[in-house]
């Protein structure tokens, strides 16, 4: 990770360093000038959430955009899908959209997908980094090369009919009555129409953004609002996106919540019935549960695991030839249809099967049981506590005590200064003791 770019893009508190006009105005003059070659017309697509301070970075993006000489069609509120899609579509050198994902409103980011619409690798964002920080009057255009800004019009039905092209046109969601949590954020327009258009009776809740509501207590990372709704209003299924409507939980009729590994088992299943999915295996992180693994093998399926975020997820698939991966979170990638996670379309495929089993959505949903996992946070003041002699021979005693009855993972988070913990094991009381003396190592180390 460079000065600007981590795990996601750029990301960080709005109006402070490093999400500022002025470095969303550099960073437009930079990416721009990178993805300029040629005497021809070059355009670059901006799509945001509904955070206050997206007006702010889109003003500064358009301005360094145009002034090397990008024209910019800015999408408006719409899904991180829809720009990768869009930005293929309308045949741009550069897409972009400014959100923070599933964080509160008062932070914000900026994501780049390259003209093959998928998210930049490293090489290119490390340029980019380098023209903001060495670049000047000379990456700018004369005054006859400068580039125009317009509005387009007809993006959200454009996105909806690609999504629905996903499903066969035989499916119907006729009879179906479901809960749609869009977060308040970019999907609160699209997701409850598209469930419309394919004939669902439709629930939508977090479909009123204010510019500071977007996943606060609502959405996939606050699904109690969706549980909640699914149970008063007697609905088939429940669906949360985030605020960019690039990750999805599911809930079952009860009220229950479905994780991003059940959905990859499911959508694996379904995809490996009809012949349809490639590689014998999938991809996914380093968190997703070891019975999503044991599941999968059972099916003579592979796991790839990889380090946490859904670009890796997504180069690992290219590198295997797979067509599915994603998340425990909810980032699930079906690289038939898009090149990065897409709420709405995954909720579709799940939808699609439940259609096809005329089942109970508890029953098509769940595929394996979880083997106990555990998750903690060890927040730290300075320093690289993981580097620690006394901790290092906690890991190793831990890991030890383990063997092969379960997993220990450690990693620093990529965007606040935490140590996060995760085991799993059979033995829930195992797990937790071994747990818990590599937490109690960082504590004292970070005291």
Same mark, same amino acid.
């Given at each position: 990770?460079?000065?600007?770019? /981590?795990?996601?893009?750029?990301?960080?508190?709005?109006?402070?360093?490093?999400?500022?006009?002025?470095?969303?105005? +550099?960073?437009?003059?930079?990416?721009?000038?990178?993805?300029?070659?040629?005497?021809?017309?070059?355009?670059?697509?901006?799509? +945001?959430?509904?955070?206050?301070?997206?007006?702010?970075?889109?003003?500064?993006?358009?301005?360094?955009?145009?002034?090397?000489?990008?024209?910019?069609?800015?999408? #408006?509120?719409?899904?991180?899908?829809?720009?990768?899609?869009?930005?293929?579509?309308?045949?741009?050198?550069?897409?972009?959209?400014?959100?923070?994902?599933?964080?509160?409103?008062?932070?914000?980011?900026?994501?780049?997908?390259?003209?093959?619409?998928?998210?930049?690798?490293?090489?290119?964002?490390?340029?980019?980094?380098?023209?903001?920080?060495? #670049? /000047?009057?000379?990456?700018?255009?004369?005054?006859?090369?400068?580039?125009?800004?317009?509005?387009?019009?007809?993006?959200?039905?454009?996105?909806?009919?690609?999504? +629905?092209?996903?499903?066969?046109?035989?499916?119907?969601?006729?009879?179906?009555?479901?809960?749609?949590?869009?977060?308040? /954020?970019?999907?609160?327009?699209?997701?409850?129409?598209?469930?419309?258009?394919?004939?669902?009776?439709?629930?939508?809740?977090?479909?009123?953004?204010?510019?500071?509501?977007?996943?606060?207590?609502?959405?996939?990372?606050?699904?109690?609002?969706?549980?909640?709704?699914?149970?008063?209003?007697?609905?088939?299924?429940?669906?949360?996106?985030?605020?960019?409507?690039?990750?999805?939980?599911?809930?079952?009729?009860?009220?229950?919540?479905?994780?991003?590994?059940?959905?990859?088992?499911?959508?694996?299943?379904?995809?490996?019935?009809?012949?349809?999915?490639?590689?014998?295996?999938?991809?996914?992180?380093?968190?997703?549960?070891? /019975?999503?693994?044991?599941?999968?093998? +059972?099916?003579?399926?592979?796991?790839?695991?990889?380090?946490?975020?859904?670009?890796?997820?997504?180069?690992?698939?290219?590198?295997?030839?797979?067509?599915? #991966?994603?998340?425990?979170?909810?980032?699930?990638?079906?690289?038939?249809?898009?090149?990065?996670?897409?709420?709405?379309?995954?909720?579709?495929? =799940?939808?699609?099967?439940? =259609?096809?089993?005329?089942?109970?959505?508890?029953?098509?949903?769940?595929?394996?049981?979880?083997?106990?996992?555990?998750?903690?946070?060890?927040?730290?003041?300075?320093?690289?506590?993981?580097?620690?002699?006394?901790?290092?021979?906690?890991?190793?005693?831990?890991?030890?005590?383990?063997?092969?009855?379960?997993?220990?993972?450690?990693?620093?988070?990529?965007?606040?200064?935490?140590?996060?913990?995760?085991?799993?094991?059979?033995?829930?009381?195992?797990?937790?003791?071994?747990?818990?003396?590599?937490?109690?190592?960082?504590?004292?180390?970070?005291?």
């Amino acid at each position: 990770m460079g000065a600007y770019f /981590g795990t996601d893009g750029i990301r960080g508190k709005a109006n402070n360093r490093p999400m500022t006009a002025e470095t969303a105005l +550099k960073v437009g003059m930079a990416a721009g000038h990178l993805f300029t070659n040629g005497e021809r017309r070059h355009r670059v697509v901006i799509g +945001k959430d509904t955070r206050l301070s997206g007006y702010m970075i889109e003003s500064a993006l358009t301005a360094g955009f145009t002034s090397v000489g990008m024209d910019v069609f800015l999408l #408006g509120p719409i899904p991180t899908p829809a720009v990768a899609m869009l930005t293929r579509s309308l045949r741009a050198d550069l897409g972009v959209m400014i959100s923070a994902s599933h964080n509160p409103y008062y932070d914000n980011g900026i994501k780049l997908f390259g003209p093959d619409s998928y998210k930049l690798c490293d090489e290119k964002e490390a340029q980019i980094e380098q023209l903001i920080e060495n #670049g /000047g009057v000379e990456l700018l255009a004369t005054p006859e090369r400068m580039g125009r800004a317009r509005r387009i019009d007809g993006v959200h039905d454009r996105y909806i009919e690609y999504a +629905k092209r996903t499903l066969d046109r035989t499916v119907s969601l006729t009879g179906k009555k479901v809960v749609i949590d869009a977060a308040h /954020g970019a999907a609160y327009k699209v997701a409850p129409l598209a469930l419309w258009e394919l004939g669902a009776e439709v629930i939508p809740i977090g479909v009123q953004p204010d510019g500071f509501n977007i996943n606060d207590h609502c959405g996939s990372t606050h699904p109690e609002a969706l549980c909640t709704a699914v149970r008063k209003r007697g609905a088939d299924i429940g669906i949360a996106l985030d605020g960019d409507a690039d990750r999805v939980l599911i809930a079952d009729e009860r009220g229950e919540l479905i994780d991003g590994d059940q959905i990859l088992a499911l959508i694996a299943e379904d995809w490996k019935r009809a012949g349809r999915l490639r590689g014998d295996g999938i991809a996914a992180t380093v968190m997703s549960n070891l /019975g999503l693994e044991r599941h999968l093998n +059972k099916l003579g399926l592979g796991l790839e695991r990889t380090p946490v975020g859904d670009r890796q997820v997504v180069e690992r698939m290219r590198q295997r030839d797979f067509n599915l #991966g994603g998340e425990q979170s909810g980032h699930i990638i079906l690289s038939d249809y898009t090149t990065t996670g897409d709420g709405l379309v995954t909720a579709l495929q =799940v939808l699609s099967v439940v =259609v096809d089993k005329d089942a109970p959505v508890s029953e098509v949903c769940h595929r394996f049981n979880r083997v106990p996992q555990f998750l903690e946070n060890v927040r730290y003041e300075s320093g690289k506590p993981l580097e620690s002699d006394t901790v290092q021979a906690a890991i190793a005693r831990s890991e030890q005590r383990l063997g092969n009855a379960g997993r220990l993972l450690i990693r620093p988070s990529g965007t606040e200064p935490v140590i996060r913990v995760m085991a799993e094991g059979d033995d829930s009381q195992l797990v937790q003791a071994a747990m818990g003396e590599v937490i109690d190592a960082l504590r004292a180390v970070s005291a």
